[in-house]
C-alpha cells in the first residue's frame, strides 16, 4: 500500500470525497427541496438550504395521497412474502442437502434450470392465469409469485451440506425426527444467514416495481413504488410535494440499511453468488 | 456459525453417501421419503404453478394469436413471421442494445473505481461506502422521480446553473444516455460492493512483496490487481448484462419509450404488446425472443470472459 499521507494519496482521497459528495447530491437535494415552501424551489439561483424550513409538505402528502395504505401494502406484502421465502426455502434446501429420495436430481436441475428463465419473460401467461384466479389486485396476487427465489434453496443446500453431520447423526440415534433437526440444529447453526438473507429479501420485495406494476390496477392494492407513480400524476409541477413523497417511500428502507448495513451486505454477497 | 471448510465439507459429503444412502431397513427409507416429500412440497407446488407452468405456457402461446387473458387459435409461426417485419421489434432490439452498450462496462468499470477508491480510506470509509450505496437501496421510482426534478427542463438544478432549458428526457438523442446514467447513478454501489469483497480476499502478501521489489502503482494494479480480481470482473459483467438486457422499469417512468419510440426497450414491447394492445400471442413471442437474446448474450459472454482469464 502506498503512503497515505503523499500528494497523490492526498490528493486521491480529496477526489474521492469529490465524488462521494456527487454521488449523495441528488438525495440531499430531494431532501432540500421537500423541506421548502413551494415557491422557493422554483428560485434562481436556487436555495442551497431551506430558507424557510418547512414540513408542510410532509403532513401534507401525509394527508392527502393514500401512502398509509401504500406503506400498509408494502409492509404486508414484504413480511409475509419474506416469511415464505425463507421457510420454504430452507425446508426445501435442507431435504435437497440431507435427505435422498426419487427424483432428488431432477428436482434440483429442474431449480437450477430456473435461472436460465427470465421472469419476465413469463409476465403474459402468468397474468393471464391469476387473472383466471381472480387474483389481479389481490395479496395473493402479488405474494405468491414472487415467492419463487430459487437462489435462496441453493444458499441454504451449501450452507447445510458445511454442518457436520455427526450432529445430524447424534440426534438421529436419539430418535429425533426429520423436522426436529431441522429446526433445533440446521436453522440455528445458520441464523446468520437466515437473517442476511431475510432482509435482503425483504429489500428486493419492497423495492419490487415491476409485478406490483403489473398486477395491481386500483390504488387501494398498489405498494409504496407503484402508487408513488400515481400521486405525481394528479399533483401536477409541485415538486417539493413530490420530494416529501419519494423521502418518504425511500425512507424505511434507507433507515433499514444503515442498521443492518452488514447483514445487508452479506445477503447481497451471498445471492451475488459469492459466499459470505 | 460454523464456516464451511473444505475438509468438513468433503467429510459431509462422505458420511452422506454412508449413512444415508443404504437407509437400514425399508420402513425407514419410505419414511425419509415421506419426510421429504413433505419438505419439498410447498416450494415445489408453488414453482411448478407460477414458474413452470408459465414457461411450458408462454411457448405454446407463442404460437396462438391468444388475447392478454385466455386462449387463442394456433397460428404456427405466424408471430414470430410478423415480428421479423415489424419495425417496433427491430427497434426495441436496438434500443435494448444500445442501453446494454451505455450501461454494462461503465457500471463496471465505475463499480471498480468506487472499490479501489473506498478501500484505501480508513476513517472515512464508512461514509463514502454509504453514498455510494445508498441510491441502490432506493426503489425505482424514488429515483426516478429524484432525477426528473434534478433534470427538469424549467427549475431543474442543472439547467439553473448551466442557464439552460434543456428537456433532456424529450430529445431523441439524449433521452436514452440520460436513462443509462440515471441506471449507472443506481446500481452502482452494488458492483462496488462485490469488487470490494474481491479486493480484500487478494492477500496483502503479494501487494507486500511487490513494494520490496519497487513495483509502481500500475505495475501493481495490472500485476496482482486486475488479475486476482478477475472472477468477479466476470461475475459482475455477466450479472450487469442479465440485468440490463431486462431493463423497463427506468425507462417506463422516465420517457414512456419515447420520444418517438427512441428508447423503447424489449420488455416495454412485450408489455405494450400483452397489457396495452391485448395481443397475449403476439406478446409471448417477442418474450421467447427476448429469453433467446438473454441467453446467447451470456453464453457469448461466457466464452469471451473464459478467454480473457488467460
Request: one cysteine or more; aromatic letters at 16%; proline letters at 5%.
Amino acid at each position: 500500500m502506498k503512503n497515505r499521507m503523499s500528494v497523490p494519496g492526498i490528493a486521491g482521497t480529496v477526489f474521492t470525497i469529490f465524488m462521494a459528495l456527487v454521488w449523495i447530491f441528488p438525495i440531499y437535494w430531494a431532501i432540500v427541496t421537500s423541506l421548502k415552501l413551494e415557491s422557493k424551489t422554483m428560485t434562481n439561483p436556487p436555495q442551497w438550504i431551506p430558507i424557510p424550513l418547512t414540513f408542510a409538505n410532509y403532513t401534507r402528502v401525509l394527508g392527502e395521497s393514500g401512502l398509509f395504505r401504500w406503506y400498509f401494502n408494502s409492509f404486508f406484502t414484504s413480511i409475509i412474502t419474506t416469511f415464505l421465502v425463507i421457510v420454504l426455502c430452507a425446508l426445501c434446501g435442507f431435504a435437497i442437502s440431507q435427505l435422498s429420495f426419487p427424483g432428488k436430481n431432477l428436482l434440483y436441475w429442474l431449480l437450477l434450470a430456473g435461472f436460465m428463465i427470465p421472469g419476465q419473460a413469463l409476465i403474459v401467461p402468468l397474468f393471464s392465469m391469476l387473472a383466471d384466479f381472480g387474483w389481479v389486485n389481490s395479496y395473493q396476487g402479488l405474494i405468491l409469485p414472487q415467492v419463487i427465489a430459487v437462489i435462496n434453496i441453493i444458499i441454504y443446500k451449501q450452507f447445510f451440506d458445511s454442518v457436520p453431520v455427526e450432529l445430524r447423526d447424534s440426534a438421529i440415534i436419539d430418535g429425533a425426527s426429520t423436522l426436529r433437526i431441522f429446526r433445533s440444529i440446521y436453522m440455528p447453526l445458520n441464523m446468520g444467514i437466515t437473517w442476511a438473507l431475510a432482509i435482503v429479501t425483504f429489500i428486493g420485495i419492497w423495492n419490487n416495481f415491476f409485478w406490483p406494476f403489473l398486477i395491481t390496477t386500483s390504488e387501494s392494492m398498489m405498494t409504496i413504488p407503484v402508487g408513488i407513480t400515481q400521486v405525481t400524476d394528479s399533483f401536477g409541477v409541485q415538486y417539493a410535494r413530490t420530494m416529501a413523497m419519494a423521502v418518504l417511500a425511500g425512507l424505511p428502507v434507507v433507515a433499514g440499511y444503515l442498521i443492518f448495513q452488514k447483514r445487508v451486505t452479506e445477503g447481497i454477497m451471498m445471492t451475488a453468488g459469492l459466499k459470505g | 456459525m460454523a464456516q464451511p471448510t473444505r475438509q468438513n465439507r468433503k467429510k459431509a459429503n462422505e458420511t452422506f453417501s454412508v449413512a444415508m444412502k443404504p437407509p437400514r431397513s425399508r420402513r425407514r427409507k419410505l419414511l425419509m421419503w415421506r419426510d421429504a416429500a413433505l419438505l419439498i412440497a410447498p416450494f415445489t407446488l408453488l414453482y411448478l404453478v407460477f414458474f413452470i407452468f408459465p414457461t411450458l405456457r408462454v411457448v405454446q402461446l407463442s404460437f396462438t394469436d391468444a388475447p392478454l387473458i385466455g386462449n387463442g387459435n394456433f397460428v404456427g409461426l405466424a408471430n414470430y413471421k410478423r415480428l421479423l417485419g415489424d419495425f417496433l421489434f427491430w427497434k426495441s432490439l436496438k434500443n435494448t442494445g444500445y442501453f446494454v452498450l451505455l450501461t454494462v462496462i461503465p457500471n463496471t468499470l465505475f463499480g471498480l473505481m468506487f472499490a479501489l477508491m473506498v478501500v484505501r480510506l480508513k476513517r472515512l470509509r464508512s461514509w463514502v461506502l454509504a453514498a455510494f450505496f445508498l441510491p441502490n437501496m432506493l426503489t425505482v421510482s424514488v429515483v426516478t422521480l429524484i432525477w426528473q426534478w434534478l433534470l427538469d427542463s424549467q427549475f431543474g438544478v442543472f439547467n439553473l446553473l448551466l442557464g439552460t432549458k434543456f428537456a433532456v428526457f424529450s430529445n431523441p438523442d439524449w433521452a436514452m444516455p440520460a436513462v443509462a446514467f440515471i441506471t449507472i447513478w443506481w446500481t452502482v454501489g452494488f458492483n462496488m460492493l462485490l469488487f470490494i469483497a474481491g479486493l480484500q480476499a487478494i492477500p496483502k502478501e503479494y501487494y507486500e512483496a511487490a513494494s520490496i521489489d519497487g513495483a509502481t502503482g500500475n505495475q501493481i494494479f495490472f500485476g496482482i490487481t486486475w488479475p486476482l480480481l478477475w472472477p468477479i470482473t466476470a461475475l459482475v459483467l455477466t450479472l450487469q448484462l442479465i440485468a440490463q438486457l431486462k431493463i423497463f422499469d427506468q425507462v417506463w417512468l422516465l420517457t414512456r419509450g419515447g420520444p418517438f419510440n427512441s428508447t423503447i426497450v424489449m420488455l416495454q414491447f412485450v408489455y405494450r404488446e400483452a397489457f396495452q394492445n391485448f395481443r397475449g400471442g403476439y406478446a409471448s413471442a417477442i418474450s421467447i425472443v427476448l429469453f433467446l437474446v438473454i441467453m446467447v448474450a451470456s453464453i457469448v459472454q461466457f466464452w469471451i470472459l473464459r478467454s480473457g482469464r488467460r
